[in-house]
């Protein structure tokens, strides 16, 4: 199992530019979440999901949109990127949303 | 909503001596509080976790406590080694409409001197 896959691994946007952020699991996960972790932070929930066609806000969903049609994939959708939003992206996925399994991570940046 | 305090943010301790973190939750219905490390330029992993009905579990030289009724969990870790500097995250997850949702806490920082 390759487990949690993110792409890219970084990024560098324009303000004003638009991009999605890939995360796809193997593990027949039903849950699946978006992270943001700015520098030296924690972890902020975007947005998750607890199965395909089924998506929640968190807690800073601002500037992000989610989709999720099948139950591997959960991409993010930044729509005119802001410097607010250079950050590390973390994707995650869960069998019953207890134990997390996390990608490795996309570090964006908006210049 | 939930919300997960963590103290303290950094932690400094001597190669053997122990280690403690805390954190606090708000909301009395959460049920699932796992703690992560996150080591430099890494991605967040499970170390040990703890269900609501359980007041104490061990694995090795780390152990976590639950106390419902302050609504606080602790992670103690024994012997540190030098490899055990990492950030550490406490979440709590609580389940809502029928699904589970996971919140984290800010994280502490520990760096284990030799």
């Known amino acids: 199992n390759a487990g949690v896959t993110q792409t890219p691994k970084f990024r560098i946007l324009k303000i004003g530019q638009s991009m999605t952020l890939q995360c796809t699991q193997d593990m027949n996960h039903n849950y699946m979440y978006w992270y943001r972790q700015d520098p030296g932070m924690g972890l902020k929930l975007i947005y998750y999901s607890v199965g395909a066609g089924i998506t929640d806000k968190g807690e800073v969903p601002n500037g992000y949109n989610v989709s999720r049609s099948t139950t591997e994939d959960f991409p993010l959708r930044l729509e005119l990127a802001a410097p607010s939003q250079t950050s590390v992206y973390f994707c995650?996925?869960?069998?019953?949303?207890?134990?997390?399994?996390f990608g490795q991570g996309t570090r964006l940046t908006v210049v | 909503g939930e919300n997960v305090e963590q103290h303290p943010s950094t932690l400094s301790v001597q190669e053997g001596d122990s280690a403690v973190i805390k954190c606090t939750y708000s909301?009395?219905?959460?049920?699932?509080f796992p703690w992560y490390k996150q080591e430099l330029g890494k991605r967040p992993q499970l170390i040990i976790d703890i269900r609501s009905n359980v007041g104490e579990k061990k694995d090795q030289r780390i152990a976590v406590t639950l106390n419902k009724t302050a609504k606080h969990f602790s992670l103690h870790i024994t012997e540190t080694q030098p490899e055990d500097s990492a950030v550490y995250f406490c979440?709590?997850?609580?389940?809502?409409?029928?699904?589970?949702?996971?919140?984290f806490g800010a994280g502490t920082r520990l760096a284990v001197h030799p």
């Open positions: 909301d009395s219905a959460s049920n699932y």
């Open positions: 995650a996925s869960s069998y019953s949303g207890h134990e997390a399994f």
């Open positions: 979440a709590a997850s609580r389940r809502s409409g029928g699904y589970n949702k996971l919140i």
